[in-house]
């Protein structure tokens, strides 16, 4: 926008150009009035919803605790098993209607290629819940 110039030509001629500052001040308090009376415009509709009640399930599913200690040697809920037993302990656990979840508790010193086989084995009996016990330092 050329307001003025220091040419002689075209001095009493009127400005073409639109002004833009007056439309803009005009869209600006349109906008506010929009922004503050849009929230008072929601309708809500009051509607009487069904009521249910109902208990939690606070069944809570049985825990097996298999623990291996530094030497290999399996527990079952606290009892010593052999290493064929655990794969028929593990298919009786995943046949129960509830499957109980397995929790792991190994010795500092085992190896992992004897916790891996444990998984492997709960895998293939079809435990779906297996969990790892730490004791936590102090």
């Known amino acids: 926008m050329a307001f003025g110039s220091f040419s002689q030509e075209g001095r009493g001629a009127p400005m073409s150009e639109i002004n833009m500052v ?21 309708h809500a509709v009051k509607i ?10 606070n069944e809570k599913p049985e825990t097996v605790t298999l623990a291996v200690d530094e030497a ?12 064929a037993e655990l794969a028929t302990r593990l298919a009786e656990a995943a046949a129960k209607p509830v499957q109980p979840e397995l929790h ?4 500092r010193e085992t ?15 079809g435990i779906q819940k297996m969990g790892f016990v730490t004791v936590p330092e102090q």
């Open 48 to 57: 009487d919803l069904p009521t249910a009640a109902s208990a939690a399930n």
């Open 22 to 42: 007056p439309l803009i001040d005009v869209m600006l308090v349109l906008l506010i009035v929009f922004m503050i009376t849009a929230p008072l415009l929601t």
């Open 104 to 107: 792991l508790r190994a010795d």
């Open 111 to 125: 190896r992992y290629q004897k916790l891996a086989e444990i998984m492997s084995a709960a895998r293939q009996a």
């Open 72 to 83: 290999g040697v399996l527990y079952w809920n606290d009892r010593r098993i052999e290493d």
